[in-house]
């Protein structure tokens, strides 16, 4: 009974973890809409200024990945999470030095670079150290419930953030994303210094990074195949519902997005229950089908069910997945392997959207949905072979 309660105990110290990410990519949510806007409207720059100012941050994200797993299984997971939230407050520092240099447009704009740049290490260290701070406090056991609501936690945040970002901006231009990027994770940084900080990890024998990067990798690629339904909804969602007329084009993403949220916090405890693998064999069918239905829909309300059954889908595909690539290994080693994890992800959004784009060009943007469904026939495959593995003999 003891050790349910302790269990129960450790679940619930999540939800300030999870307040801890929320606040962090709400941060970078606040940006996405406006900062293109600021760098066209302000200060004269056309889109690939835009593309490059903005594309630093996911460019820092993935190249600090490593290091912000290395950092959280040495240091601990708060540890990380706070050198994040330090990070973040710098960068809002650099925003706000870009307004100083108005004047000089290169110059405000390479101070808006590098402050993207800082905010995408600091995501890193938010994100991975969040997730093993969680593992560290529910137990490996709990591992695909923490990273289904850490998860949740990041696309809350996202989604919420574009429309607040808009209106600060709209109040006070980009002088109010500048402040908010400085005092919001300075305020959560207060409220999540009396939280316990676990460090049992710190006993245990970490593994080589190749002995890690072995666990990961074909968890991460089945994660990567099935992310780009999420990709895809996200660069051509609103597309596609433009291009025929339908309204309103925010309807794929916020019934992906409300999906996901739902079924995370309703269904995150079953691959720890179930196993991650037959949890991901399972939803990712469930997402190739809502693929296939905005494929076929001849109107807004099928497309939005389609996308609202991927993100059914892929809410559980990747803890599901996650929790396979954590399973074999040693507490202190699971903040690498999130780390390395993540990286998948982050290959998958960074070279697959260009990638649809060009099947868009050429075969229309209803057909990308098409290709993304037949991609994750892919992840099926290797959800099927860990649950082999993991089969007892």
């Known amino acids: ?93 650099f925003y706000l030095g870009s307004l100083t240099l108005l004047d000089r447009p290169v110059a405000s704009a390479s101070a808006l670079f590098a402050g993207r740049a800082v905010l995408g290490a600091s995501e890193s ?36 953030g574009a429309p607040i970002g808009s209106a600060l901006y709209a109040a006070s231009g980009f002088t109010a994303i500048a402040l908010a990027t400085i005092v919001l994770p300075l305020a959560t940084l207060l409220a999540i210094l009396p939280m316990r900080g676990a460090s049992a990890a710190a006993s245990s024998v970490p593994q ?35 291009e025929r007329g339908w309204q309103p084009v925010w309807l ?21 229950r179930l196993g991650g693998a037959r949890v991901a064999m399972i939803f990712v069918a469930v997402e190739a089908a809502g693929l296939m239905l905005i494929w076929l829909a001849p109107g807004p309300v099928l497309a939005a069910i389609g996308a609202g059954l991927t993100g059914l889908g892929y809410s559980l595909v990747y803890p599901g997945l996650g929790a396979e690539a954590v399973s074999r290994l040693p507490p202190r080693s699971r903040g690498l392997a999130m780390g390395l994890y993540t990286v998948f992800l982050d290959v998958a959004l960074g070279f697959g959207s260009p990638a649809l784009g060009l099947v868009a060009a050429s075969a229309g943007l209803q057909f990308v949905f098409f290709a993304v469904a037949m991609a994750t026939l892919p992840a099926l495959g290797i959800a099927l072979l860990l649950g082999r593995r993991n089969a007892p003999l």
């Open 252 to 272: 794929p993403f916020t019934a992906y997005a409300a999906s996901l949220i739902v079924a995370r916090l309703c269904f995150g405890h079953l691959p720890d």
């Open 125 to 160: 260290f938010i994100i991975t150290g969040g997730v093993a701070w969680g593992l560290s406090l529910a137990g490996g056991q709990n591992s695909g419930k923490v990273i289904a609501w850490v998860g949740t936690a990041m696309f809350a945040a996202l989604a919420l």
């Open 1 to 93: 009974m003891a050790r349910t309660s302790d269990r129960n105990g450790a679940i619930a110290e999540l939800v300030p973890i999870m307040a801890a990410v929320f606040a962090g990519f709400l941060l970078i949510g606040l940006a996405l809409p406006v900062l293109p806007l600021h760098l066209h409207q302000q200060l004269g720059f056309g889109p690939f200024a835009v593309g490059l100012v903005t594309g630093s941050q996911f460019v820092a994200s993935m190249l600090s990945r490593i290091g912000a797993g290395n950092y959280a299984d040495g240091r601990g997971g708060k540890r990380a999470v706070v050198v994040g939230l330090i990070a973040a407050a710098v960068a809002g520092l």
């Open 208 to 242: 080589s990074w190749r002995s890690v990067a072995q666990a990961v990798w074909l968890p991460g690629v089945g994660a990567a195949f099935s992310s780009l339904g999420y990709g895809a909804i996200l660069a051509f969602g609103a597309l596609l519902f433009a």
